[in-house]
């Protein structure tokens, strides 16, 4: 079993990994946290910006995750707080720590996020 680097205890082919490949849209923002984090994991750059908000786009470049994302190693995602971003929601937020190594440091990105749905999908 391969677990899923987002913590929820599931194989990752069974989690984060159908969200990844397009096979089906995150049901809550929390999922779709969720599966961001397994992505820069798992270094999955066009997931990352195509879940990102358009309007937020052009702060990002693929060459910067892609660099971010393979040169840290992934040690876990702690989901501390959401509220709203439910299946019937339009919005949401997911308060979240993220742990990794940069460059021999250990680092802790804490955050908390804002989720909006449009056209069914979570950004």
Known sequence: MDPCPCGSGKPYDACCEPLIAGERPADTAEALMRARYSAYAKAQVAFI??????????????????????????????????????????????????EYIEKGQRRRHHEIAQFQRHDKAWY
């Open 49 to 98: 910006l195509e879940t990102t908000h358009p309007a937020q786009r052009d702060q990002y470049t693929s060459e910067g995750i892609r660099r971010w994302a393979r040169n840290s190693e992934w040690r876990g995602l702690t989901i501390l707080d959401t509220e709203g971003g439910g299946a019937a929601d339009d919005a949401g937020t997911v308060e979240f720590v993220a």
